[in-house]
């Protein structure tokens, strides 16, 4: 081979090479783009509204207003640092063909919940929860968020709708169209709609409503648009099961620094560079996004002190951030006073208790839900042996059940008996604990008494009563029994099935064949006074059991 053939292929190789190695970093990068998008679609709004110079010029002089002064408007020493909560609906806009609750788009319950319980632990700077802090200017903000209890009619409600959406999977970022589907009056509730995916990447978008003011659409553009993977928070999963949520944006802070938005918030960097600032003076000046969860926080703006990446407002990991600053705090909760008319109603003592969200002293009813059976409960019927229970409240959400005692009702009918009075029990009404139906066919009533009220995502109240009919196919009596036992089956004459008595550790101690009147008395002379299982297994192949207990 020539010099120069060598030199040209030599050449062509390199150029492969570096070829090569530039597609491998493209590829790199937008890997890194793919599981980082655009957090946030605060920016987009903000270029939209300057399209329109009249309403960007009023936005820009409230701006400049509330920075002189009109912070504090509406704010009375008496109501500074007051409890302020929101009523939130949730509006499920999913595939059409996400017919099942659970399913892709169409998320669970639970996994709203979840979200509710991410949100308010990060707005309460909750002690022993991902969002508490101990930095110095780190803020209780002392704002929760409850789910409607009631609709805009005042008919019950879970606060959670659920709607087909053809484009879940590409909701057109800004539309209103999806709002216009589904929506409940922004100025007595807080609607939140959660889509399958938003175009361009984006993971949630919210109005501030400084940027509504004057508009007449205000009523029909406010709220918070998320998408359903970054809904809900893995630090919480209810009777151990899985939710469907995005790798990195996994604990909820997606919906938290929307909130910020809806709350008047700006990003940290004030979505320019040294020279722009967020309205917030403790604060770090900065410039740009942040990505990531950088282990030394940079100074973008010196003399500014060191960025602050754990701040909600910025755009760094879910699992970097934690705080909101006193500066934002107060930002936040002067945006809900006559600043914003719409928003003073939405908080004030009326609209709370026309929505369901106010505090109340009269017990809930609840009901049971088996977990992985079914919902029959027999007499002498053992519940929650090896089993989840859920406890549901009357609008049928798993009730927040952290730290119950449970004891027999005074209003119990069945002879209720409680085996566990201090259950294993979780935020989403999931519960373990055994407690044995009474031996008669009626309503067993058992009070939960909640621990503490002070954790959840609606208002507690000091009890709640939870109820269930045992039935009986067959009368069984007296049970517990001493020298005999009866069955008896109602409206049949006679009645053949196959009997095992077996012990509580599953051996058999008698078993047989009984043919005859729909009325039997079995021998019990020679049992043990102990805990029997009384299996029958009748012609079809159903087989049903009792517990008895001879004494």
Same mark, same amino acid.
């Given at each position: 081979?020539?010099?120069?053939?060598?030199?040209?292929?030599?050449?062509?190789?390199?150029?492969?090479?570096?070829?090569?190695?530039?597609?491998?970093?493209?590829?790199?990068?937008?890997?890194?783009?793919?599981?980082?998008?655009?957090?946030?679609?605060?920016?987009?709004?903000?270029?939209?509204?300057?399209?329109?110079?009249?309403?960007?010029?009023?936005?820009?002089?409230?701006?400049?207003?509330?920075?002189?002064?009109?912070t504090n408007d509406g704010v009375t020493?008496?109501?500074?640092?007051?409890?302020?909560?929101?009523?939130?609906?949730?509006?499920?806009?999913?595939?059409?063909?996400?017919?099942?609750?659970?399913?892709?788009?169409?998320?669970?319950?639970?996994?709203?919940?979840?979200?509710?319980?991410?949100?308010?632990?990060?707005?309460?700077? =909750?002690? %022993?929860?991902?969002?508490? #802090?101990? !930095?110095?200017?780190? $803020?209780?903000? @002392?704002?929760?968020?409850?789910?409607? &209890?009631?609709?805009?009619?005042?008919?019950?409600?879970?606060?959670?709708?659920?709607?087909?959406?053809?484009?879940?999977?590409?909701?057109?970022?800004?539309?209103?169209?999806?709002?216009d589907l589904s929506r409940w009056p922004?100025?007595?509730?807080?609607?939140?709609?959660?889509?399958?995916?938003?175009?361009?990447?984006?993971?949630?978008?919210?109005?501030?409503?400084?940027?509504?003011?004057?508009?007449?659409?205000?009523?029909?553009?406010?709220?918070?648009?998320?998408?359903?993977?970054?809904?809900?928070?893995?630090?919480? =999963?209810? %009777?151990?099961?899985?939710? #469907?949520? !995005?790798?990195?944006? $996994?604990?909820? @802070?997606?919906?938290?620094?929307?909130? &910020?938005?809806?709350?008047?918030?700006?990003?940290?960097?004030?979505?320019?560079?040294?020279?722009?600032?967020?309205?917030?003076?403790?604060?770090?000046?900065?410039?740009?996004?942040?990505?990531?969860?950088?282990?030394?926080?940079?100074?973008?703006?010196?003399?500014?002190?060191?960025?602050?990446?754990?701040?909600?407002?910025?755009?760094?990991?879910?699992?970097?951030?934690?705080?909101?600053?006193?500066?934002?705090?107060?930002?936040?909760?002067?945006?809900?006073?006559?600043?914003?008319?719409?928003?003073?109603?939405?908080?004030?003592?009326?609209?709370?208790?026309?929505?369901?969200?106010?505090?109340?002293?009269?017990? @809930?009813?609840?009901?049971?839900?088996?977990?992985?059976?079914?919902?029959?409960?027999?007499?002498?019927?053992?519940?929650?042996?090896?089993?989840?229970?859920?406890?549901?409240?009357?609008?049928?959400?798993?009730?927040?059940?952290?730290?119950?005692?449970?004891?027999?009702?005074?209003?119990?009918?069945?002879?209720?008996?409680?085996?566990?009075?201090?259950?294993?029990?979780?935020?989403?009404?999931?519960?373990?604990?055994?407690?044995?139906?009474?031996?008669?066919?009626?309503?067993?009533?058992?009070?939960?008494?909640?621990?503490?009220?002070?954790?959840?995502?609606?208002?507690?109240?000091?009890?709640?009563?939870?109820?269930?009919?045992?039935?009986?196919?067959?009368?069984?009596?007296?049970?517990?029994?001493?020298?005999?036992?009866?069955?008896?089956?109602?409206?049949?004459?006679?009645?053949?099935?196959?009997?095992?008595?077996?012990?509580?550790?599953?051996?058999?101690?008698?078993?047989?064949?009984?043919?005859?009147?729909?009325?039997?008395?079995?021998?019990?002379?020679?049992?043990?006074?102990?805990?029997?299982?009384?299996?029958?297994?009748?012609?079809?192949?159903?087989?049903?059991?009792?517990?008895?207990?001879?004494?």
């Amino acid at each position: 081979m020539n010099f120069n053939l060598f030199c040209r292929i030599l050449i062509i190789n390199i150029l492969i090479l570096i070829s090569s190695k530039g597609m491998i970093l493209g590829q790199e990068l937008m890997e890194k783009q793919r599981v980082r998008p655009l957090r946030c679609g605060h920016s987009l709004l903000i270029e939209q509204l300057q399209k329109d110079s009249v309403a960007y010029k009023q936005y820009q002089e409230l701006r400049q207003r509330r920075n002189g002064g009109m912070t504090n408007d509406g704010v009375t020493p008496e109501t500074v640092d007051s409890l302020i909560r929101i009523p939130v609906v949730f509006h499920v806009m999913h595939r059409p063909e996400d017919t099942v609750v659970g399913q892709e788009s169409n998320i669970s319950d639970e996994q709203i919940q979840a979200q509710m319980l991410a949100l308010n632990y990060d707005f309460r700077r =909750k002690a %022993g929860t991902r969002g508490f #802090n101990t !930095h110095p200017a780190g $803020a209780d903000t @002392r704002i929760e968020f409850v789910l409607a &209890g009631r609709d805009p009619s005042g008919a019950s409600h879970k606060g959670i709708n659920r709607v087909p959406y053809a484009l879940s999977n590409a909701h057109p970022y800004g539309s209103l169209d999806l709002k216009d589907l589904s929506r409940w009056p922004a100025d007595r509730y807080l609607n939140i709609w959660v889509v399958g995916q938003i175009t361009l990447g984006i993971l949630g978008y919210s109005y501030l409503p400084a940027m509504l003011v004057g508009d007449p659409d205000l009523l029909r553009k406010d709220g918070i648009v998320l998408g359903s993977r970054m809904v809900g928070s893995v630090d919480f =999963k209810p %009777g151990g099961k899985a939710l #469907n949520l !995005h790798e990195i944006y $996994a604990y909820g @802070r997606t919906l938290t620094h929307e909130m &910020g938005h809806y709350l008047d918030l700006y990003h940290t960097w004030g979505d320019g560079d040294c020279s722009v600032d967020d309205d917030v003076e403790d604060t770090p000046n900065c410039s740009g996004q942040l990505f990531g969860c950088p282990t030394t926080a940079p100074v973008d703006c010196p003399p500014a002190p060191p960025r602050m990446i754990a701040n909600y407002m910025d755009y760094t990991d879910d699992r970097c951030m934690n705080i909101f600053t006193l500066g934002q705090k107060a930002r936040m909760r002067a945006s809900l006073t006559s600043m914003y008319p719409w928003r003073a109603s939405l908080t004030s003592q009326a609209n709370l208790l026309a929505t369901g969200c106010a505090d109340s002293t009269v017990p @809930r009813v609840g009901s049971l839900l088996r977990w992985a059976s079914d919902t029959l409960v027999r007499v002498n019927d053992t519940l929650g042996l090896g089993e989840w229970i859920r406890v549901l409240d009357v609008n049928g959400l798993g009730k927040d059940s952290v730290g119950l005692i449970l004891q027999p009702d005074v209003t119990d009918l069945a002879g209720l008996r409680v085996l566990t009075s201090n259950p294993e029990s979780d935020a989403f009404g999931y519960v373990r604990f055994r407690a044995l139906s009474g031996p008669k066919p009626a309503w067993n009533r058992m009070q939960a008494t909640l621990a503490d009220t002070t954790v959840g995502t609606r208002p507690q109240s000091p009890t709640l009563l939870l109820e269930w009919l045992s039935r009986a196919d067959a009368s069984l009596y007296p049970n517990p029994f001493t020298d005999a036992m009866y069955l008896h089956w109602e409206g049949r004459d006679s009645v053949s099935f196959l009997w095992t008595l077996q012990d509580m550790t599953g051996r058999r101690v008698q078993e047989g064949r009984y043919q005859g009147p729909a009325f039997w008395s079995p021998e019990v002379r020679t049992w043990q006074p102990q805990a029997y299982l009384l299996r029958l297994e009748w012609p079809s192949g159903v087989v049903e059991y009792r517990r008895i207990i001879k004494r």
